[in-house]
């Protein structure tokens, strides 16, 4: 644990360093479901926390000036505060997209939808798109799975497209 708690310290000495380091934001309180700005951001909003850290939020909500070391060990910052939210994701795809990295914009995409998905289920189906462990109907159920219940459409169409590729390349269960 020890680890664990050197390097939440180091990560909250530096993102304390950065908030204050930066020119005043605004302390207007925002609704987490969406912080997505109204015009669409381009490369000179990189990087985004430095030019826009009224938009920077934690996965649960809160202002990356909160997330202190004081604030961890008092218990009012958690792990769940520490994880990225799916609009920032978002926002940093549309920077990479205006620079001309549409791929690096997909990644984001598909990452935003994946926070939805709970850790171990996550895990779950990153181990079924290993080599010769799923059959395709069960690569299939997972793309029903993401697209019905997690509004995933990326990650759905991703493993819909492994099944496939899988298919084609003999890499599903009982092919080897």
């Keep these: 644990?020890?680890?664990?708690?050197?390097?939440?310290?180091?990560?909250?000495?530096?993102?304390?360093?950065?908030?204050?380091?930066?020119?005043?934001?605004?302390?207007?309180?925002?609704?987490?479901?969406?912080?997505?700005?109204?015009?669409?951001?381009?490369?000179?909003?990189?990087?985004?926390?430095?030019?826009?850290?009224?938009?920077?939020?934690?996965?649960?909500?809160?202002?990356?000036?909160?997330?202190?070391?004081?604030?961890?060990?008092?218990?009012?910052?958690?792990?769940?505060?520490?994880?990225?939210?799916?609009?920032?994701?978002?926002?940093?795809?549309?920077?990479?997209?205006?620079?001309?990295?549409a791929a690096i914009q997909r990644n984001m995409q598909r990452a935003a939808e994946l926070t939805k998905i709970p850790d171990a289920r996550l895990l779950e189906m990153y181990g079924a798109l290993r080599p010769y462990r799923s059959t395709k109907q069960e690569l299939l159920d997972i793309a029903d799975e993401l697209l019905n219940k997690y509004n995933a459409k990326v990650c759905s169409n991703w493993f819909k497209e492994a099944a496939d590729n899988y298919e084609t390349r003999k890499k599903l269960k009982g092919d080897n």
């Design 1 to 101: 644990m020890s680890e664990i708690d050197d390097l939440v310290a180091k990560v909250a000495s530096q993102l304390g360093a950065q908030v204050n380091q930066s020119s005043s934001s605004s302390n207007t309180d925002t609704d987490n479901t969406s912080s997505l700005p109204s015009k669409e951001l381009d490369a000179s909003d990189y990087p985004l926390f430095k030019k826009h850290p009224d938009l920077v939020k934690s996965a649960s909500g809160e202002d990356l000036k909160d997330i202190t070391f004081d604030n961890v060990l008092n218990n009012k910052i958690g792990p769940k505060d520490l994880r990225i939210a799916p609009d920032t994701l978002r926002m940093q795809g549309q920077i990479a997209k205006s620079a001309g990295r």
